[in-house]
């Protein structure tokens, strides 16, 4: 009866699980790795570093930055920017508040590399000087240095203010003042609330990384539950167990495959909680807050849950013919490399999730992630990508599982997987 | 061609065993036309060296590999058609088995029973028997990565017949044991004997074949040279010793010499 | 070259290696050619999409009649305008119909507001609304001119104001700052890689392949094996860099790199001193990545260190990207993040040779640290005989030394969470939740975790009397500490100065309480429940598991490290100090809590008597010094002149 014996096989492959399982909660370094890593590692990283940007603002009080304003310039752009408390504005020298226009670069460099006290370590200059048609200014800056550039977008800025209260004046001496020098205001109403705005935070930075972690996850797991069983010389015993191939195979995948989602859950949570918390601590004023559509939440878990399947039967089946450790590392680099660096080209893309996207495998999961981050998921494009995916995993499974009847992948010296995919079909009809 | 005995619970035709050459040859022969059968109560070994096809034979009784010819079956299964019962009725025993390192030697047989289809207060007893069986009582809640070798074997010993199961097959169980392990293993063949059990037997240690087989297959390059009793292979080959009567037989040119 | 055994096993090392395709691939093959292609890959990806984005064109949604605007609006580049009511507005945007929706005010409304309404967290939006603004805002000064003159004002209406900026970078110097971003972060990641890939399997790969123990059996000293292997994970690791410095610099030269296809020359003297900065960085690494492998009992195990090695040496290479945080002060010593820094200031053209004497110095250190522990590890039988060291946890002396060491560290990170957070959502109340509730029921958590047997709760935490002269001595010594530690704050702002910011919420909330209020926040209770926690449970702890000093040492480092704050570190792990040796000294926890009260106490109402009152002599003059260090000294002397005292409870199990 066919129910009966897929109920059977079912309950066999639960039980090589529950063994796959128990044992992988007595190995001290999974335990490290699913639970320590993201529990004390992340905090203490995200601790390091708020505390070298906390550093780098405190120096950075210290020595305002400071901006050359030669004599001409007027009073009040100097006055908005010694407002900036991480500016500070000084006398140009004499030389340039003469003459009309402003130091070449050469003449630049030389006053800064000259480290004259009077002028101090200044990173942009403010020259001025009138002509017969009106003002001329130029704000002469160093763009290979960040200080400097924030000092020329300062300094430009306050040149603009100021020649925006000018035009001001001049429109009020005839009279135009209030509501017709303003003859319309403009207004943006942004609809985007505080969680969105946090969501899109998130699907910038946790795509990429969620999609590091869960090949961490699956890799470890595939070595250890195949070559694992070669190495401790345990596999001839199963193999001789009243299982089928089969249903040891899909005791074992079901394993990776919660090892797989295991690591990526953990890390999730983990990165999530420290998002939250160093936005908290950094930018505790910034409008916006972290929310999660449950709905869309669902969504991803079962797109990421389908790649687990995918990727831990691609890796089982690549493996299965290593005959140690190395070997097998170095069978399932090449993948793990593929599906940690097509996160990044996901984050790169179209913010939209499209169904152009939707087509390639790896690069749709993350956009998936991305957009369920921001609490969207356009119907057409999920789709398409759970169907892909679905049948990826179909097609592994079924290769992993006929490469697992081979005999071959236990017992021959050379056994190499291309080999025994192509021919072997025939071999492995009518073997348990 | 050796006669089938009535009451044989394994019998094996004609099997043989080639593995296919890559670069378009012929391939090896490793198991070539092998035939004897052996009954309940019997421990039948297979005596050879190392490569002689006795592992390789072992691995198609248990389903591990597929002939390529011929025709072996096990308690009345088929080791190709029906190879789930087989499996159910057989015992599996090497020298190269391991245990799994992170589960306690009690998990460990009771894993295997579960595998078996052995569940509940009966795969308890079945355990709780067999711990005292074999004295693991005093470590059965360690790690099987912390037990001695002999610890080992004994754990091994008892997850092969967690099941019991009418057919033990043991490929060279003793390789790899110290002298007391590896006595500790050969008692227990002789008490699984006694207890009806049919065991098929591997080794390339003459003096185990000698102290435990009731009958003896001389298995070389691949083919069986001889079988029989002790006596009638002495008697066959003149020589006395085991040692003897095997480089008779394991020459080239030996004919094949099978008991009546 | 080098002779003798050290050049055999550097040879053979090599020798090995060479012959190793996977390591080869991995090490050589990859970096080189694997990031110029993501890299460049990525960055097509984006430019593509940001022309798309720029050439695209946008639906958006208008609904009102103003005959003026309208005609500017039309003038926009890339908009199809979809008129619709005003009801309707709203629903295009929801139904994603239209980018935008504008709502022009109509020709006889009072108030003219053009409202450009949108999801800005879209690009999209944010594009056309840019572009609307701009068209609007051109729009407006061109009627306010008209306006002008028809009123009758001279001149135009724009001020006659020309500005420009002028970039006195060379296309070289903004050319490698730019690429420096990114590159020192890359060399990072591949140094990195061809350490951990060659360091793991030295060691712990040898173990596997049962080799290591042949090579120790060899007549040698096994701190020569370090140093060889050192030798060679490090030059390997060098090479890689190398290798990557060179096809990275040439894939910037070729502008396949840069988002827009603009060649970057890189200078080459700065090159050659990122390649000369790259070889103690390789060589830490290396040194890194051996200790991990040393102390991994197989292969396997090695593996798994990996990842959270690689998450360490990812912050401050992310970090290096901006140039926000500059190489000085305590950066100048930081392990990994020094070198970055630094790097990258090279590649913008900014050497200082100072600077990269103190990093080259400091990561020397370092690298003498770690090679020295490698040796130790490379010393221990489990090493080579691949034998489980005990476990983790075990019931013994260094297991229940690691126990509370991963009790304090989880009480920490603890904090980090909830304590942050309740001071978040309530400064006043979450730091009060923190003291009494937080950490007492993370220090009963430690109690639990390191359980041993249970002492009684009054030895525990020694709650026994204090001798008068102790608490005397305490109270003398807290006063006596005041002015030496705003002196020690003052000297660390000097290479450690702290932003504003970081004690504005906290100052302000003292400013709005009481001084009873802020005495009984910011001085009794940190006073009674740190004191408990660190001197109480904690240290009592770790003199249980090791020698006074070490737990003194320990006990100040994790109450320094709990207060969150790297500017707070070295005032508080300095106070923790003498904290610890005063309750080791007095065999008594109340002393401690006098002191720490004393001090804390001072600390507040001093500040808040200053501001109305003068004190009677200047703060930093020499009567003060002198002040001080009489108090200093006076408590000291009542602290320590008790008679030399019985070892710590040790008649406790």
Known sequence: MAESSFARSLRAALRVLRKEILEARRDRNLVLQLVIVPLLLYPTLAFVGIQLVMMARGAAEKEPTVVLVDADTPDPVRDELDADSTLRTRPAPEIWSTLDGAPSAEEFRTLRAAGDPEFGAFEALVAWWSTGAGDSAVVVHDASRERSQVARDRATAAVRAHADSLRAARAASVGLTGDAFRPWAVVIDDLSTAAERGGRALSMILPFLLMLMLPQGTFYAALDTIVGERERGTWETVITSPLSRAEVLLGKLGYVVTASMSTFVLNFTGLLVLVFFALEILLPDAPIALRLEPGAIVVALVAVLLLSVAVSALMMMLVAGARNYREGQAALTPVYLIVAFSGLFAQFGAETFTVSQAAVPLVNVTALLRSALQGETPLVPVVVTLLELVALAVVFVAVAARLVRDENVLFAPDFSVRRALLPSFARSAGKD | ?260 | MITGPLGTLIRKEFAELRRDRRVLLLTLVLPVVLYPVVIGAMNRVQHDHSAEVEAARYTVAVAGDHGELTGVLAGVDGIRWRNVAPDSLRAMLDAGRASLAVRLPDADAPVDTVRLIGRMTSSSAQVVADRVETALESARWRVLEQEYRARGGEGGLDAPLDLDTRDVSTARESGGAEAGRLLVYLLLMTLFMAASTLGIDMIAGEKERGTLETLFLAPLDRTLVARAKLVVAGGGALLTGLLSLVSLSLSYGTGWLAEDGAAAALDPAALALVAALMLPLAVLLAAVMLMVSAWARSLKEAQYYVLPVMLTVFVPAFLSMSQAIEATGVVTVLPIANVAFVMRDVLAGRPDAATMVIVVASTLGWIALAARQVTTLMEREETVLGFDPEPFFAPTEGGRRRAIQVALALTVTGFFYVGQWLQSRSPVGGLALSLWVLLPALALLTERLVRGRRPRWTEAVALRSPAPRHVLGAMTLGLGLVLPMIGLQQLQAVFLPAPASQFELLGQTFERMSLWQLFALAAVSPAVCEEFVFRGVFLGHLRRQGSDRRAILWSAFWFALIHLSVFRFLPTFLLGLVLAAVVVRSRSLWPAVVLHLTYNGSLLLGERWLRTHEAPFALDGPVAAAAALGLVLAGAALLVRWPRLRPAPAELP
């Open chain 2, 1 to 260: 061609m050796s006669e089938t005995h009535r009451d044989a619970v394994v019998d094996v035709r004609g099997l043989t065993k080639i593995y296919p050459d890559h670069s378009g040859g012929e391939g090896t022969r490793a198991v070539d036309d092998v035939d004897f059968d052996c009954c309940p109560g019997e421990i039948f070994g297979l005596l050879g060296l190392n490569g002689a096809g006795k592992t390789t034979t072992l691995r198609m009784l248990s389903t591990a590999l597929t002939p390529t010819a011929g025709h072996a079956s096990i308690a009345g299964f088929d080791v190709v058609q029906q190879s789930r019962e087989v499996r159910e009725n057989i015992g599996f025993l090497s020298g190269t088995t391991g245990l799994y390192h992170r589960l306690t030697a009690r998990e460990m047989i009771s894993y295997f029973g579960e595998l078996h289809g052995l569940s509940g207060v009966a795969l308890q007893r079945r355990v709780d028997t067999l711990v005292e069986t074999f004295g693991i009582a005093d470590y059965a809640g360690q790690r099987c990565e912390k037990l001695s070798t002999g610890m080992k074997q004994k754990v091994n010993i008892a997850r092969t017949v967690i099941h019991d199961p009418p057919v033990l097959v043991l490929d060279e169980p003793t390789s790899g044991l110290d002298v007391l392990a590896a006595s500790t293993t050969l008692d227990f063949v002789d008490e699984v004997r006694r207890s009806g059990k049919c065991v098929i037997f591997s080794t390339h240690i003459m003096s185990e074949a000698e102290r435990l087989c009731d009958r003896i297959a001389i298995i070389h390059g691949g083919t069986v040279r001889a079988i029989g009793t002790l006596d009638e292979l002495r008697e066959r080959t003149g020589c006395h010793y085991l040692e003897d009567v095997f480089r008779s037989l394991a020459r080239p040119d030996a004919p094949e010499v099978t008991a009546p």
